[in-house]
């Protein structure tokens, strides 16, 4: 069964903090997303990697497509980074079926 | 710009009631994807659309069914809801390509009791 693990399940930050979320998968993907939902519930994709890394302001998204695994980095962390992230796979096939991962909760403090 | 956005945001609904949700996207996208999220999981496929006209089933299709008969709009209906349907339904859109983000509605909260 393919599978997407995330990790923490659950992380606290303070403010300023440098945060890392991890994510790893067991077969060859052809893509890769980050989301991020807010409390309020939307979902907002940060990233779409199938190699290497990429950076949008303070997060960094990093794959490892040997070792099947991704890392979202967020620097000088804020409390409106407070938000449940989301990794998700395309396993190839059609480019719509993504496994996701059941989210990471990040909260960071003032 | 609208982008993606789902009808209702909100609805309660008795066991066997039937209810249809809307997907509108203005971006000319040809993928669209109805998901539904739970307490502890992770969001679930329940079926797609790789264009105007067509449907696939995703991961969890059972009690759902799908149409896309204008490319913009996608509806996903429930003929005879149960409460096992209770959940959180978000539909998103994609342009083709398999290094293209996702673009999601807000979500529609539904409670069948």
């Known amino acids: 069964k393919n599978e997407v693990e995330q990790s923490p399940q659950n992380l606290t930050a303070q403010e300023g903090e440098f945060i890392t979320i991890n994510c790893s998968y067991s077969?060859?993907?052809?893509?890769l997303h980050w989301l991020q939902q807010h409390p309020g519930g939307g979902i907002v994709s940060l990233f779409m990697l199938s190699s290497g890394k990429k950076k949008h302001g303070r997060l960094i998204a990093t794959i490892n497509i040997q070792e099947k695994h991704s890392s979202l980095h967020i620097t000088a962390s804020h409390p409106r980074d407070s938000a449940v992230y989301i990794c998700?796979?395309?396993?190839?096939?059609?480019?719509?079926?993504?496994?996701f991962g059941k989210g990471t909760k990040l909260s960071v403090k003032p | 710009n609208a982008g993606v956005t789902q009808t209702p945001k909100f609805r309660v609904l008795k066991t066997g009631q039937s209810m249809t949700l809307l997907c509108a996207q203005d971006?000319?996208?040809?993928?669209m994807y109805w998901y539904r999220q739970d307490p502890g999981m992770g969001l679930r496929l329940i079926h797609y659309?790789?264009?105007?006209?067509?449907?696939a089933k995703g991961e969890v299709p059972d009690g759902y069914n799908v149409s896309r008969l204008k490319k913009q709009n996608f509806l996903l209906g429930l003929e005879s809801a149960a409460p096992s349907q209770t959940s959180v339904y978000f539909c998103a859109s994609q342009p083709y390509g398999r290094t293209v983000p996702l673009h999601f509605g807000n979500g529609t909260r539904l409670t069948v009791t």
């Open positions: 077969v060859g993907i052809s893509a």
């Open positions: 971006m000319n996208h040809e993928y």
């Open positions: 659309s790789v264009g105007e006209g067509t449907t």
């Open positions: 998700a796979v395309n396993y190839g096939g059609s480019q719509g079926n993504l496994i």
